[in-house]
């Protein structure tokens, strides 16, 4: 069973920046892909961004330029560095990891609660 432990949520006036972390629990194996997804209060849980073992990313398109994701392999940890935060950027951020054979599984953070006042 892999934990992902996530930190670096908090409140932040508009336009600052916070820096998300997530850990995975000590394995053998690495995860395929490392994401950061939120949720908004009534809305649907939608991807950040998405990075893969290799270091290919994706973002969403209104989180282009602002938010980076990363990652260390060795560590078993992604980050999220977000950038010119926006009040519609308040949500709660969470970690997912994707891992091949043989885990076969998907696996997801408890959630960080990330606050941006106007």
């Known amino acids: 069973q892999v934990q992902l432990v996530e930190s670096g949520g908090g409140l932040v006036q508009a336009g600052g920046s916070l820096r998300l972390s997530c850990a995975a629990s000590a394995s053998i194996f690495r995860p395929n892909a490392m994401a950061w997804y939120r949720q908004a209060p009534g809305k649907q849980r939608e991807l950040v961004a998405i990075?893969?073992?290799?270091?290919?990313?994706s973002y969403a398109d209104s989180m282009k330029g602002r938010f980076a994701i990363s990652r260390d392999n060795a560590k078993n940890t992604v980050y999220l560095q977000m950038n010119s935060l926006e009040p519609e950027d308040t949500a709660v951020y969470y970690c997912n990891a994707i891992y091949g054979s043989p885990l076969n599984s998907a696996y997801w953070g408890q959630g960080t609660q990330v606050t941006v006042s106007s």
């Open positions: 990075i893969t073992k290799s270091g290919s990313t």
